[in-house]
C-alpha cells in the first residue's frame, strides 16, 4: 500500500498576483458599468477614457455640457453675482458710518424694576409689638375672667371641705392651678407669636412674589428694547452680506439625475486557492488517518491467532474453488503486500458469514476474522 502524497501548497507570490489581476479587471468593469453618458433637459454628461495609468489601468475624463438655455442661465448667473458684488463694495462705506459709532449697550437698573432695596421694618411693621399685642389680646379675651371664675371656685369647695387657707393641702391645691394658669398664659403667648408669624410670612411672600413680577416685567422690556438697538446696528451690515454673497438672487439649475450604479462584486482567488489547498489537505489527512488506522489494525491482526479475513483489507481478488461445506475459496493480496508477494488463499469473511456465523468475530478495529478451525 503506498503512503498518499501530501497537496503542493499555494504559492503566495502567484496568489497575490492573481488576487490583484482579478480586483484590477473588477474595477476596470465597474467603471465601464457606471461611467454611463446622459442626456437630460439641462444638457449632456460624458465619459471618455483619456488614458492609462503606469499598471494600465484605464483612466476616464467626465465632461458636462449645458444645454444653451441653461447656460444662458447661468451667465445671467454670474453676471448678477458680479453687479451685485459690486453694489456691496459701494455699500462698505455706508456700513463704515455705522461701524465707526461706538455701541453703547442699554443699561438695566434692576434696583428701579423692585423698587430698591427692601425695608422690612417697613414693609412688615414691629414684629414683637405685634407679638404682644396679639397676647394681650387673647388675655384680656377671657383667659383672665375665667381663671378669676376658677379660683374662686375652688376656694368655695376647699372651703366646703374643711381644707382651710394656710393649710398644706390648701397651699397644695392652689400651687397646682397657679401651674395650670401659667401654662395657660404660656399657650396663649405660643398660639399669638404664631399667628403674628404666619402673617408676616404671608405679608413677605406677596412682597416678594411683586417685586419678582417687577423685574420679569422689566427685564423683558429691556431685552425688546437692546434687541431693537442691535437690529437697527446690523441692519446695513447684513444687507453688505446679502449683496456681496448674492445667495438670494443667485440662480441654481436643477441637478440631473444620476444613472442606475452598478456593481460587480470582487472575486476572493485567494481564498479560493487556500480553500482548495484545505481541502486537499484535509483529504490527504483523512487518508494518512485511515492508513495509520488500518495499519495499526492489521498488526493486531497480526499478532492474533485469527486471520484476518474482511474483503476490505483485501486486493487482487479471483476465485479459486468451492468446499464440501459449501465456502468459496479464493485468491488474493492484503493491502499491504507488495505486487510481487505470492498469492494468498483464504475465505471472504463477509460471505463465511452468512453461512457459519459462528466462526467470524469482529476485531476491535472494526474488520472481520474468521476462525478457520471452525468452518
Do not use: C
Not at 507570490?13 to 442626456?39: E, F, G, P
Not at 494600465?56 to 448678477?80: A, H, M, V
Not at 479459486?320 to 494468498?344: A, I
Request: aromatic fraction near 8%; glycine fraction near 10%.
Amino acid at each position: 500500500m503506498s503512503k498518499p502524497r501530501a497537496p503542493t501548497p499555494p504559492d503566495p507570490a502567484q496568489t497575490a498576483a492573481a488576487q490583484t489581476q482579478s480586483n484590477q479587471q473588477t474595477a476596470i468593469s465597474n467603471a465601464w458599468l457606471n461611467n454611463v453618458n446622459q442626456n437630460t433637459p439641462w444638457g449632456q454628461i460624458s465619459y471618455d477614457q483619456s488614458g492609462s495609468g503606469p499598471d494600465g489601468t484605464p483612466r476616464f475624463t467626465q465632461t458636462t455640457t449645458l444645454s444653451p438655455n441653461q447656460q444662458q442661465i447661468n451667465n445671467i448667473g454670474e453676471q448678477n453675482s458680479i453687479g451685485l458684488g459690486n453694489l456691496a463694495q459701494t455699500g462698505i462705506n455706508t456700513a463704515g458710518g455705522v461701524l465707526g459709532q461706538d455701541w453703547n449697550q442699554r443699561y438695566f437698573d434692576g434696583n428701579g424694576a423692585t423698587g430698591g432695596p427692601l425695608d422690612l421694618a417697613s414693609a412688615l411693621g414691629d414684629f414683637r409689638g405685634d407679638t404682644e399685642a396679639r397676647t394681650r389680646e387673647l388675655l384680656t379675651r377671657g383667659l383672665d375672667d375665667q381663671f378669676n371664675r376658677s379660683e374662686e371656685s375652688l376656694r368655695s369647695r376647699l372651703a366646703n371641705q374643711g381644707v382651710n387657707a394656710g393649710s398644706d393641702a390648701f397651699g397644695s391645691e392652689m400651687q397646682s392651678f397657679n401651674a395650670g394658669k401659667g401654662d395657660a398664659y404660656a399657650n396663649a403667648e405660643v398660639i399669638a407669636r404664631q399667628q403674628a408669624l404666619g402673617e408676616r410670612n404671608q405679608q413677605m411672600g406677596e412682597i416678594t412674589n411683586q417685586r419678582g413680577i417687577n423685574w420679569n416685567e422689566a427685564l423683558q422690556q429691556y431685552g425688546l428694547n437692546d434687541q431693537a438697538d442691535f437690529n437697527a446696528r446690523a441692519r446695513p451690515l447684513n444687507e453688505i452680506t446679502s449683496l456681496n454673497s448674492g445667495s438670494q438672487l443667485y440662480y441654481q439649475p436643477t441637478t440631473p439625475g444620476q444613472p442606475n450604479s452598478y456593481n460587480i462584486n470582487g472575486t476572493d482567488v485567494a481564498g479560493i486557492y487556500n480553500q482548495g489547498y484545505q481541502n486537499q489537505l484535509g483529504a490527504y489527512n483523512a487518508r494518512v488517518n485511515q492508513q495509520n488506522g488500518l495499519l495499526s489494525g492489521m498488526a493486531q491482526l497480526g499478532a492474533a491467532a485469527i486471520t484476518a479475513s474482511d474483503v476490505r483489507v483485501k486486493r487482487d481478488i479471483e476465485f479459486s474453488h468451492t468446499d464440501e461445506k459449501g465456502h468459496n475459496w479464493w485468491t488474493y493480496r492484503y493491502l499491504w503486500d507488495g505486487d510481487d508477494t505470492p498469492l494468498r488463499t483464504g475465505v471472504m469473511a463477509q460471505e463465511v458469514r452468512e453461512i457459519a456465523p459462528h466462526a467470524v468475530i469482529q476485531h476491535t478495529s472494526g474488520y472481520l476474522m474468521v476462525a478457520y478451525g471452525l468452518l
